[in-house]
């Protein structure tokens, strides 16, 4: 089945320091998204990309879907406390009658002043 | 708040036994979807309903059941508990499906299994 992984596992920065996660996939996706899952949360919603080396930006975000679609990267400049939390990339495979969303191991982020 | 409510917040119960949890999606919305996540795992899929019917299934235990009523609301029911089952978890929504939208996450349901 589909395999999404994301490294680092846990990263530990100080405050101001830029961060960077990177999601692969097994397979080829049709689009990746992106959660964020603040401790004691749920996932929220951050930003779809669909299109074969899309790139987007949110404030101090930058999001970039691969050439190949089967890998992504978040980077976040200047790392702030309030970044704090557990971003999840995230992929749609189509099950046969259905469709799952196939979440990543996930990055922690962790931000020190 | 993403819309989607998920009853009870916290449970706490003892092995061998069965709880439901229950999952109120985004008005509008059709698709409904069970996740699980454990303290050192991310989110695994359990099982996918549009619109009532059963669309997608994942590695969704056989002591583990789920429905959708036709208001829309959804149930989880996880039954001959286990201490492994020990969890939070996630009821999402959407629209239509995950190919061309987002889903929205309730708060989740914390299951303690003693």
């Known amino acids: 089945g589909q395999q999404v992984m994301q490294i680092p596992q846990y990263q530990h920065v100080q405050e101001g320091e830029d961060f960077t996660t990177y999601c692969n996939s097994s397979?080829?996706?049709?689009?990746i998204q992106w959660y964020k899952q603040r401790p004691g949360g749920h996932p929220v919603f951050l930003i779809q990309l669909v299109k074969s080396g899309e790139v987007k930006k949110q404030k101090r975000l930058t999001f970039q879907f691969g050439e190949a679609k089967k890998n992504s990267s978040l980077h976040i400049t200047a790392t702030q406390t309030t970044d704090v939390g557990t971003y999840f990339c995230a992929g749609p495979t189509y099950t046969g009658g259905g469709n799952k969303l196939t979440f990543g191991t996930g990055t922690q982020l962790k931000v020190e002043l | 708040d993403s819309g989607v409510t998920q009853t009870p917040k916290h449970l706490i119960t003892a092995t061998g036994q069965r709880v439901t949890l229950r999952c109120s999606p985004r008005?509008?919305?059709?698709?409904v979807y069970w996740y699980q996540q454990s303290l050192d795992q991310g989110l695994q899929f359990l099982i996918q309903?549009?619109?009532?019917?059963?669309?997608a299934k994942g590695n969704i235990l056989e002591r583990f059941s789920a429905q959708q009523f036709p208001d829309l609301h959804s149930e989880l029911n996880l039954s001959s508990l286990e201490l492994g089952d020990s969890a939070l978890y996630f009821c999402a929504s959407s629209v239509g499906t995950v190919l061309t939208g987002e889903l929205f996450f309730g708060e989740g349901s914390r299951l303690t299994v003693l």
């Open positions: 309903y549009y619109n009532g019917e059963e669309r």
């Open positions: 397979t080829t996706l049709s689009n």
């Open positions: 008005s509008g919305d059709l698709s």
